[in-house]
């Protein structure tokens, strides 16, 4: 399984990114996704995540600046960021729970390796 995330860098506050995460040996289409982050010294916290139905879900704190979708036909999820804040300044991270089939001996949660995300005041 590969979960490999692009799009990250150095933006000012106010501004936007994209961050993009492409799947590769899981059943993308049956599978949850998710954004999570991760800031010095703190644990890693929830951004948003897509059910296989395409419900969504957010943190409070990026709520109306975050928008999380899916490409089921390209095996990807994207994090569109607006309105950036230092706050917002963190590794991001790519996650997968793919649902356990046992007949097939498929199932489990992944990571990725995470990108930067940097937001200057």
């Known amino acids: 399984v590969q979960l490999v995330e692009s799009g990250g860098g150095l933006v000012q506050a106010g501004g936007s990114l994209r961050v993009s995460c492409a799947a590769s040996?899981?059943?993308?289409?049956?599978?949850?996704m998710g954004w999570y982050r991760q800031a010095p010294g703190k644990q890693r916290e929830l951004v948003a995540t897509?059910?296989?139905?395409?419900?969504?879900n957010y943190a409070d704190s990026v709520k109306g600046r975050f928008t999380i979708s899916r490409d089921n036909a390209k095996n990807t999820v994207t994090l569109e960021m607006n309105s950036l804040k230092p706050e917002d300044t963190a590794v991001y991270y790519c996650?997968?729970?793919?649902?356990?089939?046992?007949?097939?001996?498929?199932?489990?949660?992944?990571w990725g390796q995470g990108t930067q995300v940097t937001v200057s005041s």
């Open positions: 996650y997968a729970d793919e649902p356990k089939i046992p007949l097939l001996g498929r199932g489990g949660e992944y």
């Open positions: 040996g899981i059943i993308f289409g049956i599978s949850a």
């Open positions: 897509i059910t296989s139905g395409g419900t969504t």
